[in-house]
C-alpha cells in the first residue's frame, strides 16, 4: 500500500524559478525521506527529515515537515534543467527497513 | 567507487520461465531490498533482507524468491508463478533499516 502522496503529479517550470511539491500521508512516522529518479535510473537519496523535526535545507533544496498535518514539502529553488525528474517522498513508520512510496512527481525544468 | 549494480538492464522472459536478476553491493550495507515499479506509480517492496542467511516477505513477495547467501548479493528470482511480471525491477542497499537507502540503475523485465 502507497502511503506517500504527492501532489502536484507534475510539474512544468522554467528555469531560475522555484519549484514546489507536496507529501501528504496516513499514519504516524519515524521520518521522511525524498528521493528524486532521472528517467530510467535508479532512485538517488535527496534528503531524510526525522518526525521531531520541522525544515531541513540542503543546497538548494529545502523540506518542511509538518507531523499534525502529516504532510511534507520539498522546494527546488532556482531550478536547473538538470533537476528535471520524477521526485518521490517515501515514510519510514517504524517498522524495519519498510519504507512505503508516494507515486512521484514528474519535475520538467525547460530551459 | 562504492555502489550497487544490477544486471541485465533489460531482461526478457518466456511464458513458464525463471528468471533470476543480479544485484551486487560493495557498500558494506546489511541490509538489502527488492523493489517493483510500474509505469506511473511508486515502489512497492517485494522481499528485504536485514542481515546475510535472513531475508522477509515485502507487500507483494507471491510469484518472486531471493536468497541472501553473502553480505554482498541478493538476487531476485522472478517465478513463473508471477503471471504479471513486466516491471522496472530496483535493488536497494542500506546500513540499517532506518538509514537512506542506495539504489541500484534497475533491471527491465518483459514477457517475450
Known amino acids: 500500500s502507497q502511503q506517500g502522496e504527492e501532489d502536484p503529479q507534475a510539474l512544468s517550470i522554467q ?6 511539491m507536496n507529501c501528504s500521508y496516513k499514519t504516524s512516522i519515524n521520518n521522511l525521506q525524498w528521493y528524486r529518479q532521472n528517467s530510467g535510473r535508479g532512485l538517488v537519496h535527496l534528503i ?25 514539502s520539498l522546494l527546488i529553488t532556482a531550478s536547473r534543467a538538470a533537476d528535471t525528474a520524477s521526485y518521490f517522498c517515501a515514510t519510514d513508520d517504524g517498522s524495519w527497513g519498510k519504507l512505503q512510496f508516494g507515486a512521484g512527481t514528474q519535475v520538467v525544468v525547460t530551459p | 567507487d562504492g555502489g550497487i549494480t544490477q544486471s541485465p538492464k533489460y531482461l526478457f522472459r518466456k511464458e513458464g520461465q525463471n528468471v533470476t536478476l543480479s544485484c551486487e553491493q560493495n557498500l558494506n550495507h546489511d541490509a538489502m531490498y527488492w523493489y517493483r ?3 506511473g506509480q511508486g515502489l512497492r517492496l ?17 510469484g518472486y524468491s531471493v536468497s541472501r547467501e553473502k553480505k554482498e548479493s541478493f538476487p531476485l528470482t522472478v517465478t513463473s508463478a508471477q ?4 516491471a522496472f525491477y530496483l535493488c536497494a542497499s542500506s546500513m540499517s533499516g532506518h538509514q537512506p537507502q542506495h539504489f541500484g540503475d534497475g533491471t527491465r523485465l518483459s514477457i517475450l
Open chain 2, 46 to 62: 517485494i522481499y528485504y533482507s536485514q542481515i546475510v542467511n535472513d531475508f522477509q516477505k515485502g507487500d507483494i513477495a507471491e
Open chain 1, 15 to 20: 528555469e531560475g524559478e522555484n519549484a514546489t
Open chain 2, 83 to 86: 503471471k504479471n511480471p513486466t
Open chain 1, 48 to 72: 531524510l527529515i526525522r518526525s521531531n523535526e520541522r525544515e531541513k535545507h540542503s543546497g538548494r533544496l529545502r523540506v518542511t515537515l509538518d507531523t499534525s498535518k502529516k504532510s511534507s
Open chain 2, 37 to 39: 515499479q510500474d509505469p
